[in-house]
């Protein structure tokens, strides 16, 4: 692979953002066109580039009128470059040392499966970003790394393990996650509480669902979110996930440790109440949480009509779609709840 495809794609996008050549971003930095078109196609990796440089290049762009998102995006695609060349090589360890999030699985995803970020959708093309044999190699490797890890200290490599599979699209995905299931099963033996293991089984029945399989998600949900510990442990993976918490975790066991300010429970329904009808392959796990969240913070949709109403819509549209994979007696919980809000305040 070129080292540093996803950061040089991602420069690319913000560059057509701003409504810039290559040329005229050469120009602008005091560069050769060659050095652009060298960061943009990887083969000059931006994770090469002199701090300072970087930091031109990116108040330029910002100036120019790029979308702030990818431009505040760059540092996270150098480490998925980072990531996917060690991987590819064969070290997925990686996964086993940060808890990543989810605008660094979106790039990772974008350079697996051809989905770019929302914010380059229009000028960027629906290609992945690694070749065949790459992206075969990072699937094995992942598999791999996880088969061969065990216990508690395994869990995080785990749990984004089987995340990152969901994106392989050969069919060796979802077989080696049936697999994975049944080892699983042997493995952490969930019973409701609390352990770092269920993290692994809540990220495993997600990958499963995204995959196609929505029965062990809905099992999940109904087994292991009854408990307070697990309940919150939830609502913090999520709020984590979307970038609520600016320092990194290093295990799974932040989540059953910290708690969500109000804050952050208002912007993570707000993410979940604009995602909710995207995230169709795990809509039960959104609407769970969007639950928890209103039942804990009964004043949050009050308190904003504007979401009570797009609430109010997006689950009566949910609730009249067909196999709706969502538990419908939560569902329609929601429902009465965002409507009553935005009644109350119309």
Known sequence: MTAGVISGALLQAARRTAGLTQEQLAEGLGADVATVKGWETGRRPLC??????????????????????????????????AFAAQAIAGDCSQLGAEVTTRAWHA??????????????????????????????ALFASVRDAADRSAGDDGCL?????????????????????????????????????????????????????????????????????DDPVCDAANLTYWAYWIGCYPEAAVGPEFMAERR???????????????????????????????????RRWPGLLPCDRQLAAELTACTARLLDTPGQPASRDLLASLHRFARDAWRDEA
């Open 48 to 81: 090469n580039v002199q701090a300072g440089r970087l930091v031109r290049v990116r108040r330029y762009l910002r100036a120019a009128g790029a979308h702030p998102e990818l431009l505040a995006q760059l540092d996270t695609a150098i480490d998925a470059d």
């Open 157 to 225: 490599l785990r749990h984004q393990a089987y995340y990152l599979a969901a994106d392989d699209d050969s069919g060796d995905g979802a077989a080696w996650l049936a697999d994975a299931r049944r080892v699983e099963g042997r493995r952490i033996r969930l019973d409701g509480t609390w352990t770092p293991g269920w993290s692994v089984g809540r990220s495993l029945a997600v990958a499963e669902s995204r995959s196609g399989d929505p029965d062990p998600l809905g099992w999940f949900i109904r087994h292991h979110l």
């Open 260 to 294: 969500l300010t109000v804050e952050q429970a208002a912007r993570l329904l707000r993410h979940l109440a604009s995602s909710l009808e995207a995230a169709l392959p795990y809509a039960g796990l959104s609407v769970a949480a969007m639950d928890s969240l209103t």
């Open 107 to 136: 790039l990772i995803g974008w350079a697996v499966r051809g989905d770019p970020p929302a914010a380059a959708a229009s000028v960027m093309p629906r290609r992945a970003l690694l070749g065949a044999g790459d992206r075969g």
